[in-house]
Every structure is written in structure tokens, then in C-alpha cells.
């Protein structure tokens, strides 16, 4: 047998004392940090799963390293599994869940897989909530903020949109910008559809997130969420288009956008797919409201009583929309932008103005 020098057995035990240190500096120092940039790679992926190639090498290295820790095990094996659920392989994730529990049980990371492989919204919603209050009890060491972004997601599912904007602004000032930057539309969408009611259809939810509406979708909500349009349809189910005309010649639809034109002759120009400007909205719904009352003193109400000038700055007196955006804001189915002036020329987004058409129904 070949004898070792003194020296090569001193370089073996040297090397293995080094690797040895390593593997305590590794599994007692640097845990929260390698886990904390596993969720940077693996949370991103919920919003563009496409590549998830990277964060599975890290996590295959990493179980092929010398740790022999519960604790960091157990949280790595439902890292992967959570991973193996993104990329659609369901029968490894539940492997990976069952793993996890049985190394480390009732850890966070744990616990979010667990949640995650529950496909029914509604024991998935509870599962949050459960993880929530023993969050609050004391336990995961005040890591709710992951309970409340599983909580936010299945709520949006559910189409309960207030209280999913509500689980997301709580979970984002206590977790990494990761997760903003992931679940950030997510909570947007749930913000603006807080307003809708849970059974609203697909169209009607797919208008209200739009950023910018036309006439057409103007006119398709006011048709489908209220009964304002009934005045000129009769209850018949007339097409959007034929709407559309139908209140452009009744004015209802104004003939331009412009907050600068004043009476006069002005060639109508407003079109089904122009994007509805703000000008335009207070235009609309003011007559919306006279026409449902009956009340066409309403159109000049507010000119009569400013014969001096307008109180909004960037809104003449002589606009022909004076009376129309003075009457929705003082009755409140429109704000001024920034306290003070009303931005006639910004448009309107779909869950707004669905929030307007509400506020006169």
C-alpha cells in the first residue's frame, strides 16, 4: 500500500477541518441568506415562470452539499417543491411537501407548499387564515407577511377583490421588494376591482381594468351594470353601436372632448373608439343623470349661478362643460385630480368610471 507523506496527510487534515468549518459557517450563518436569495429567484418566477432554469440548479447544488441540518433541509425541500409546482410537476412538489414536513414540520416555507397544493380556493383561503392566526399567536417568528400574500391570491381568485387589495397592502411592508415588484399588479387588479360585485361577468371586469376606455366600453357598462340607458333603449336589447348613435344624437354622448370649446356650432367628432376623456365622462354622466330625472334645468344650473368666472382654475366659464363637471363634482361622481383642477383632457380608467356610473344608479 502506498505510504502518505507527512505533509499530504496534513493537507488532508487541514482540508478536512476547512470543509468541516465550512459546512458549520454554511448551515449556521449563512441559511437566512441563501434562503432569502432562493425567494428572489423563486417568487419572481409566479409572475414570469419561464425562467425557472436558474433557481433549480441553485437548489440541485444546494442539495448536493454536506448539510446535514433539519432545519435547512426541511426548508429547502419545500423551496423545491414550491418550484416543482411552477413548473408543473405536481407529483414531485407533494414529494418535496411531505419531505419538508417530515425534517422540519410547521415551517413557513412548509407551510406556503402546503397552501399552495390545496386546489380547493376555498380550504386553501382558510389554511391562510389558520397560518395567520397562529402568526399572530407568535409563531413563524413574525413571517405573516407570506401568509398574507397566499391569503391575497386566493381571495382574488374568489373574485373577493377588497379583501385581497387589503391581504396584499399588508403583506408588502414587512417582505422584500421582490415581492411588490411581483404580486404588485396583483394587488392593483384587486384595488380596482374592489368596487365590483363577485358574480360581475367577464366583460364587465375585463372593461373595468382597462386603463384608458372607449366610448364603446362606456357605453357597454353603463348598458350592462345600470339601468341608465333605459330612457332611450326602452328595455329593447339594442346592440353597443346603435346605443352609441343613439345618444350622440340625443347629445347625451358629447360632440367633442375639447375643454376648451364654447357654444357655438361644433362638428361632431367623437367616435365609438375614441378613448372617453375626463371632460367627456362629466359630459355623459351629467346627462345621464338629467335624462333619468327628468330634470333638463340641471344643464345650465351651474352657469347661471358663476356668471363671474369659474372656480376651477383650468376650466373656463364659457367651456361648454361647465355645468356638466361642476355637477359631478358637487355630487361627487368625479374629484378634482389634485384638489384643484379637474385635468379635462386626462382619461378615464374602466374601474372608475364603472365607480361613477354606480354613484348616479
Not at 396583483?186 to 366610448?215: C, H, M, V, Y
Not at 345621464?288 to 347661471?304: C, G, I, P, V, W
Request: neutral net charge; aromatic residues 8%.
Amino acid at each position: 500500500m502506498r505510504k502518505l507523506s507527512i505533509a499530504a496527510l496534513l493537507g488532508l487534515i487541514l482540508g478536512g477541518c476547512q470543509s468541516l468549518q465550512q459546512d458549520v459557517q454554511y448551515t449556521s450563518e449563512r441559511n437566512e441568506a441563501v434562503f432569502s436569495d432562493l425567494a428572489e429567484m423563486i417568487v419572481a418566477l409566479d409572475k414570469d415562470p419561464r425562467e425557472s432554469a436558474p433557481a433549480r440548479r441553485r437548489i440541485t447544488d444546494l442539495e448536493k452539499s454536506r448539510v446535514k441540518d433539519g432545519n435547512f433541509e426541511g426548508r429547502l425541500s419545500a423551496w423545491s417543491g414550491r418550484l416543482f409546482l411552477i413548473e408543473g410537476k405536481r407529483r414531485e412538489a407533494e414529494a418535496r411537501f411531505k419531505k419538508a414536513e417530515s425534517l422540519f414540520p410547521g415551517s413557513v416555507e412548509g407551510r406556503v407548499l402546503g397552501i399552495r397544493l390545496e386546489q380547493d380556493p376555498e380550504k386553501r383561503r382558510a389554511l391562510c387564515e389558520d397560518s395567520l392566526t397562529e402568526a399572530r399567536g407568535g409563531s413563524f417568528l413574525g413571517r405573516q407577511g407570506e401568509f398574507h400574500i397566499e391569503l391575497g391570491r386566493v381571495q382574488l381568485e374568489l373574485k373577493n377583490y377588497p379583501e385581497a387589495a387589503a391581504a396584499f397592502d399588508s403583506a408588502f411592508p414587512s417582505l422584500s421588494a421582490v415581492y411588490r415588484r411581483t404580486y404588485g399588479e396583483d394587488r392593483q387588479r384587486a384595488f380596482s376591482l374592489r368596487n365590483l360585485d363577485p358574480e360581475t361577468g367577464p366583460r364587465t371586469a375585463g372593461i373595468s381594468l382597462k386603463q384608458a376606455i372607449t366610448w364603446e366600453d362606456a357605453v357597454e357598462l353603463s348598458k350592462t351594470e345600470t339601468g341608465l340607458l333605459l330612457f332611450i333603449s326602452g328595455g329593447e336589447n339594442q346592440s353597443v353601436p346603435e346605443l352609441f348613435r343613439l345618444l350622440a344624437e340625443m347629445s347625451v354622448i358629447p360632440p367633442t372632448q375639447d375643454i376648451t370649446e364654447t357654444n357655438g356650432e361644433i362638428p361632431r367628432r367623437t367616435a365609438l373608439y375614441d378613448a372617453v376623456l375626463r371632460s367627456g365622462a362629466a359630459w355623459y354622466l351629467w346627462r345621464l343623470l338629467a335624462e333619468n330625472r327628468a330634470d333638463r334645468s340641471l344643464l345650465t344650473r351651474y352657469s347661471s349661478r358663476y356668471a363671474g368666472g369659474s372656480p376651477i382654475p383650468d376650466l373656463n366659464r364659457d367651456s361648454i362643460f361647465f355645468d356638466s363637471i361642476l355637477g359631478c363634482i358637487e355630487r361627487q361622481f368625479m374629484a378634482l385630480t389634485d384638489g384643484k383642477n379637474f385635468n379635462g383632457g386626462g382619461t378615464v380608467n374602466g374601474a372608475e368610471f364603472l365607480f361613477m356610473l354606480k354613484k348616479i344608479k
